[in-house]
């Protein structure tokens, strides 16, 4: 027998006779780690009996973490941490990993990825499809807070100069484009969403432009000030920025059509709900509107009651679409009754004597949550609504009887 085989039949009989085998951890950790050591916690005293502070590992040479430990054969459970539960190892998308399992039967090597960690600011890549420009630190003399602006441009923009684009207003517009930005790692793939269908030919080329929210979304997404909870209210300077600020700003640096046939606004949840106020009260410049899973229940149904009282004359000029998910009551208590809400939204709808698919759309979700996911989902029906790509299938509000 070789004397290197020889050698190496001792070296494992040693470890088994001992009753432990060394165990090479190889630990590849998210670029935003601080140079500090990590800790290997589990479900044996060499991996600290789950004590998140017992066992550190330092950095090698190469960026990675590294260290040999004893372990018997058996199945273990382990994770990672920097030194606290609070900062424990996450997955990709940000959330809870379960812990990793590892059945020992021999000396190994183990090499794992660390994704995220919580207590750090996640590590995403960029999923923009197209092209997508910001305005940074844009600021308003109708609010005090600045903000960034998206800017979605369709395929061929730079390549026709001399066309011209309806342009879609969407809030909280770092959700919208990249999971890089959005707030809980998901994005409503706006880009890749209309990117398909524009070169599908299914809907018109757009713009769309992505306000992003600020530390005082409530209130500028409320167009009444909630008793209740004390906020809100902001809504009405929040439209002067969208109208008198960000839209000439828009029309300015790029090739729309600002013709009100020719320009949208929409979003989800509370931005749901200010989209449909502005378009009810600035009609001569929007003839769209998307209200995806609006709180129409804030400040007691306010809206709801404007709308009643009016008869919804000023939707009587725009062409509507809302949904709203069956299972978002179950998420947000604030939603328990969001449903009936918007049945109440489309009786009054058909009062008015509005057509449903024609002047309006209104979608229940059965299995619609209230998140970006979900909202990403249907985000190809509202534009095929909203933008077909043959206008003689949209009905002309503006010929509405008022």
């Known amino acids: 027998m070789p004397q290197r085989i020889l050698a190496a039949i001792t070296l ?83 959330t809870d990993v379960p812990n990793r399992t590892l059945k020992v039967t021999g000396p190994m090597k183990v090499e794992v990825k660390v994704a995220n960690w919580a207590g750090v600011d996640p590590v995403r890549k960029s999923t923009v499809t197209g092209e997508l420009r910001f305005h940074k630190d844009v600021t308003s003399r109708f609010l005090p807070n600045a903000r960034t602006i998206a800017v979605w441009l369709p395929p061929g923009y730079d390549t026709d100069a001399e066309r011209r684009y309806p342009v879609f207003y969407m809030h909280d517009g770092q959700n919208l484009f990249d999971a890089a930005t959005s707030a809980f790692g998901v994005e409503w793939r706006a880009d890749e969403t209309a990117d398909r269908l524009i070169r599908e030919k299914k809907i018109e080329p757009i713009i769309i432009v992505g306000a992003w929210n600020t530390q005082s979304r409530t209130d500028e997404y409320t167009p009444d000030r909630d008793t209740e909870r004390d906020a809100g209210g902001q809504g009405d300077n929040y439209a002067k920025f969208i109208i008198e600020e960000l839209k000439p700003m828009i029309d300015r640096t790029y090739r729309t059509k600002p013709d009100r046939d020719n320009t949208a606004i929409g979003g989800s949840s509370l931005g749901g709900l200010i989209s449909l106020h502005i378009a009810m009260e600035h009609p001569d410049v929007f003839s769209k509107c998307a209200a995806v899973s609006p709180t129409l229940m804030w400040e007691d149904d306010a809206i709801l009651k404007r709308i009643r009282e009016i008869k919804a004359k000023p939707l009587r000029r725009i062409r509507l679409w ?22 109440t939204l489309e009786s009054m709808l058909r009062k008015a004597k509005r057509k449903p698919d024609v002047d309006y759309k209104y979608l229940k979700v059965d299995d619609g949550e209230h998140n970006e996911a979900s909202w990403a989902k249907r985000f190809d029906q509202i534009l095929l609504f909203l933008f077909p790509a043959d206008p003689s299938t949209a009905a002309n509000a503006d010929n509405a009887q008022e």
């Open 12 to 94: 494992l009989s040693t470890f088994a006779s001992a009753g432990a085998f060394p165990i090479r951890f190889v630990v590849s950790v998210p670029e935003n780690t601080p140079d500090k050591p990590i800790y290997i916690v589990g479900s044996h005293p060499n991996l600290g009996e789950w004590r998140p502070d017992a066992v550190f590992i330092t950095r090698n040479l190469e960026g990675r973490y590294e260290i040999t430990l004893d372990l018997p054969a058996g199945d273990y459970e382990y994770k990672f941490t920097r030194g606290g539960w609070p900062s424990v190892e996450k997955s990709e998308t940000n």
């Open 322 to 343: 809302f949904d709203m998910g069956a299972k978002e009551g179950g998420q947000i208590d604030f939603y328990s009754t969001a449903m009936r809400k918007t049945d």
